[in-house]
């Protein structure tokens, strides 16, 4: 009775319409005009899960409460129990239906349990699980080969990994030992993962406890709309030059960021920074590691790999999430020279490069360039930008819109001139938005920035669907 009350007191009386009417609308596609608001149309898709038996979302919530870690987290006021996926659509244990914008992460790439994808996995599942690379098998060079084609200059050799924390741990091992050198320097609001070195290099108190991380150095934020220089990239990368002549001994072990910081709430970083940074590094004897987890195979749209938008060769690149559409897998991608560091020791991973992983990264590459999902990131990707972007137009609320293609960033703030997080109004929306059918992501340093990064085959009509659902969600503020 109370959560009613609520409900009508936050949408207010003349436009009350309760979570579960917007479902109904949603679902029995009716479209109506309300305030200049389009009420949001699911798209039609010919896909219905089989009934779903297993527990309810409150049994597995307690299950989670009583065996699982007090520090994993969910979304949502009410959380959603998902059983099932099929391309950008995701449904809850009573069959109903979700635009999914968030991709797991940015990690669905292809889309939920793609058939080709799905088909390589069980396949390779029902020949040979596991043997590790102790022994030959063809699916594992197959796929190095592969992957190594999509990669410009010399980065030809692979290692892989079960993550993106191992596949950055390993690069920043192999820039120690290569180079002799020690320090590291990343970037301001990144995020590299949470073991030992990557939560070093990681730069958000909130991803970071409080136990000893050494030798990483975070360079000030090249970020267009918070950043201290706007879009200045250069003027940024003279504090990476800085921080090598004062804070380390001149020489330097490696750079590792993202081109777009995805936890950190997609920032690009500003326009001329890698190329300058890479230039500083390089004189200093160190190694330039692109981090890919998130912004790799095709999700930006206008490249393959997110740094060749500032149009450098890094030394090393990490990735991992999109490789594997929702499979473990990650990589690390060098050359000849570099990789032959790792030869001074035995070097090991039991699962890294697993025959059901491999097979599965090769489907993803295929589908990526079969059903030409760079191309669509690109085109869908512009086009939901550009409806975001007059989406701020008509909210105050909306203080910046970012990003390329299917990794798309949107900050909320409460006052556009002093730039304040808006927190407790994304979460408003977000479940708003979930009731509508819409899922999307947030993050930022302040938890303040919707993260939209879709599985690659997002389609216009998706798009529309978002934008209408935000649009509503927000006229009711
Ligand atoms: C850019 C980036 N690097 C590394 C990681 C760590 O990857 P994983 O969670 O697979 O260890 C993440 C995870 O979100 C990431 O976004």
């Known amino acids: 009775m109370l959560g009613f009350i609520a409900r009508r007191l936050f949408w207010g009386r003349k436009s009350f319409c309760t979570q579960r009417c917007f479902s109904q609308l949603a679902q029995k596609k009716v479209s109506l005009q309300e305030d200049g608001v389009v009420i949001p149309k699911m798209p039609p898709f010919d896909y219905s899960p089989p009934a779903y038996t297993g527990p309810t979302a409150d049994e597995i919530l307690a299950k989670r409460k009583n065996y699982l870690s007090p520090s994993i987290l969910h979304f949502y006021k009410t959380p959603l129990n998902l059983v099932d996926g099929k391309m950008q659509y995701l449904f809850d244990e009573n069959g109903r239906r979700y635009l999914d914008g968030f991709g797991g992460i940015a990690t669905v790439s292809c889309g939920h349990c793609h058939p080709e994808v799905v088909e390589a996995i069980v396949n390779q599942t029902k020949r040979l699980q596991h043997s590790t690379v102790l022994y030959l098998n063809h699916v ?33 091992l192999i820039a120690k030992l290569y180079t002799g050198n020690h320090d590291i320097i990343s970037v301001r609001n990144s995020y590299h993962g949470n073991a030992a070195g990557t939560m070093g290099a990681t730069a958000q108190s909130i991803w970071k406890f409080n136990v000893i991380q050494s030798g990483i150095h975070h360079a000030v934020n090249p970020d267009p709309y918070r950043g201290i220089f706007g879009s200045d990239g250069e003027k940024y990368a003279k504090d990476v030059q800085e921080i090598i002549d004062f804070g380390t001994s001149g020489s330097v072990a490696a750079f590792i960021s993202e081109a777009i910081q995805g936890v950190g709430g997609i920032v690009e970083m500003a326009p001329g920074y890698l190329p300058a940074v890479y230039e500083s590094i390089r004189k200093a004897g160190g190694l330039c590691i692109a981090d890919e987890v998130q912004a790799g195979f095709g999700r930006t749209g206008n490249h393959f790999w997110g740094f060749e938008d500032q149009g450098v060769v890094p030394d090393i690149v990490t990735m991992a999430k999109g490789i594997g559409n929702g499979i473990p897998l990650g990589a690390v991608v060098t050359t000849p020279e570099i990789a032959e560091a790792l030869t001074r020791r035995s070097y090991f991973n039991t699962f890294g490069g697993n025959p059901v992983c491999t097979a599965a990264g090769l489907a993803v590459l295929r589908v990526i360039e079969k059903a030409k999902l760079q191309e669509n990131a690109f085109v869908v990707g512009s086009y939901l930008k550009e409806r975001l972007t007059a989406l701020q137009d008509k909210y105050e609320l909306i203080g910046d819109v970012r990003g390329r293609g299917f990794m798309l960033g949107v900050e909320l703030v409460t006052d556009r001139q002093l730039k304040k997080p808006a927190k407790a109004e994304i979460l408003h929306v977000m479940d708003q938005m979930k009731e509508m059918g819409v899922l999307i992501g947030k993050g930022g340093f302040y938890g303040n920035v919707f993260r939209i990064t879709p599985p690659l085959c997002f389609t216009k009509e998706d798009a529309d669907f978002l934008v209408s659902a935000m649009d509503l969600s927000m006229s009711k503020m």
């Open 140 to 172: 594992i060079a197959d796929f190095a080969e592969a992957l190594a084609s999509k990669l410009p200059g010399n980065l030809k050799v692979v290692f892989f990994t079960n993550s993106g924390t191992e596949a950055n741990e390993l690069a920043m």
